[in-house]
């Protein structure tokens, strides 16, 4: 079992940064296939990113290639999410996931472990 707590959520103006981190706890973080998945206000929780267990394979949702990237650092068991050129439509709550298997996913229910969320917004 792993558990993840995520961090460094918070409000900047749009075309603004911010990076959020996962940190997950347990030995075999490494066996992990994680993503970073995002829930606005009365919409669906939907995919943003994934990276596979060793870093050398990262998806993005349309809606973020070119503008998130994903990584993670094994060693440290964490896992980011660098945002950059935030628009307001990038305001929700995002959260990390992680899945066992090294097939990277974007369905929300094949994730089997679940942070509480960091909140982001975006001001116009």
């Known amino acids: 079992q792993v558990q993840l707590v995520e961090s460094g959520g918070g409000l900047v103006q749009a075309g603004g940064s911010l990076r959020l981190s996962c940190a997950a706890s347990g030995r075999t973080f490494s066996s992990y296939t994680m993503g970073w998945f995002r829930q606005a206000p009365g919409k669906e929780r939907e995919f943003v990113a994934a990276i596979n267990w060793d870093g050398g394979s990262a998806y993005y949702a349309d809606s973020v290639k070119g503008r998130f990237t994903i990584s993670r650092d094994n060693a440290k068991n964490t896992v980011y999410l660098q945002m950059n050129s935030l628009k307001p439509e990038d305001t929700a709550v995002y959260y990390c996931?992680?899945?066992?298997?090294?097939?990277?996913?974007?369905?929300?229910?094949?994730?089997?472990?679940w942070g509480q969320g960091t909140q982001v917004t975006v001001s116009s």
């Open positions: 996931a992680a899945r066992v298997g090294r097939v990277l996913l974007t369905t929300a229910t094949m994730y089997t472990y």
